[in-house]
């Protein structure tokens, strides 16, 4: 299931990208003024030009909506190593070791956990050859720099990847919420609306399936409602064993919608050996053994062209209730109808 349109991380990255862009340029431009004029280190001061250059151009790109992934990984690693360089050459003078500390912030910001802790400990790892230099100056001054630059980037490590684990597992919760039934845990109708939204093009045989649950209201009534729901539980089990999990969708009530990548042909047999699992498959609640029928009505999604969900489902649903008319327990598309005398 395409959760993209419901998943918000990665436009939050951009923006991300977008402010540390900005913020990093005019830095980066400050910083070289004062190693150019003032310090007369025209190197770090040239390099910083050009890493101020790049920022503002991968800023202007974020503003257009034109950003790449790349964009991302350069910016951020520009960075690091203008911070290494700038540690190498400058020592302890300016204070430049403090700015090692906001790598696993931008790191885990811009790369989520698994990129962000990699590039974390990549960092880390780096970041021991410019601070080794400071032991040969000598003293304790420089080793309990070391050590309280250690502790600081180990804490805010910690803390940022503590943190984008709560986030992915917070995020993934609420997308479960928005997206899938609670009971049968198939994905709703709001999935199915963002699978197929205006702007999908449809570029190979693909039909929707509409299944309803013949007489579901006389299990309810026999059996309870528990029972219903576990029937409703053990069928889906049944689609996503046949379609697969990303295919099942729960409409609501005793309906679902299955999609079928294959043309109708192929899907009219395929839903035909369907309700003849479903009919002869054993549904148990407590010691009870259960047995129902569906109906389905089914109908062809038109390639290269947008899907109007709406249509396609009102079509599919004249289907369905043939289906019913004509006995239940089978199912109709356009190439029976006629024979169905409709």
Same mark, same amino acid.
């Given at each position: ?19 540390? /862009? ?5 830095? =980066?431009?400050?910083? *070289? %003024? ?6 007369? $280190? @025209? +190197? !770090? ?21 034109? /950003? ?5 990984? =350069?910016?951020?690693? *520009? %960075? ?6 700038? $540690? @190498? +050459? !400058? ?252």
């Amino acid at each position: 299931m395409n959760r993209h349109s419901f998943d918000k991380t990665q436009e939050v990255r951009i923006k991300v990208l977008q402010g540390m /862009s900005l913020i990093i340029a005019l830095v =980066a431009l400050v910083v *070289a %003024y004062v190693n150019i004029i003032i310090s007369k $280190v @025209y +190197i !770090l001061g040239a390099i910083e030009v050009l890493l101020a250059v790049f920022c503002f151009y991968t800023y202007y790109k974020t503003c257009i909506s034109a /950003s790449k992934v790349w964009h991302r990984w =350069a910016v951020a690693y *520009a %960075y690091f190593f203008v911070v290494f360089l700038a $540690v @190498y +050459i !400058l020592k302890t003078d300016e204070g430049i070791t403090h700015w090692i500390c906001t790598f696993p912030i931008l790191a885990y910001l811009l790369f989520g956990k698994k990129h962000g802790f990699i590039s974390s400990f990549c960092l880390l790892f780096a970041s021991v050859i410019p601070l080794y230099s400071f032991l040969s100056l000598g003293g304790a001054n420089s080793l309990h720099l070391i050590v309280n630059l250690g502790l600081s980037y180990m804490t805010i490590w910690t803390v940022s990847h503590i943190y984008e684990a709560m986030r992915y597992s917070n995020q993934e919760t609420i997308l479960n919420l928005a997206l899938r039934d609670p009971l049968t845990k198939a994905f709703n109708r709001r999935a199915l609306q963002s699978r197929f939204s205006k702007q999908t093009i449809i570029d190979e045989p693909l039909c929707i399936a509409l299944i309803d649950i013949d007489f579901f209201k006389k299990v309810n009534d026999k059996y309870g409602h528990d029972a219903g729901d576990a029937v409703l539980t053990q069928l889906t089990e049944l689609f996503v064993e046949k379609f697969k999990e990303d295919n099942v969708f729960r409409m609501g009530g005793e309906e679902f919608v299955v999609v079928i990548n294959t043309d109708l042909q192929a899907a009219y047999d395929l839903i035909n050996c369907l309700i003849k699992t479903v009919e002869s498959h054993h549904f148990t609640y407590e010691k009870n053994s259960l047995k129902i029928t569906i109906s389905i009505g089914l109908e062809e999604l038109v390639t290269d062209s947008f899907v109007d969900l709406s249509k396609i489902l009102k079509a599919a649903d004249g289907y369905l209730y043939i289906a019913k008319d004509n006995g239940r327990n089978c199912a109709v598309c356009s190439i029976n109808n006629s024979m169905l005398g409709n």
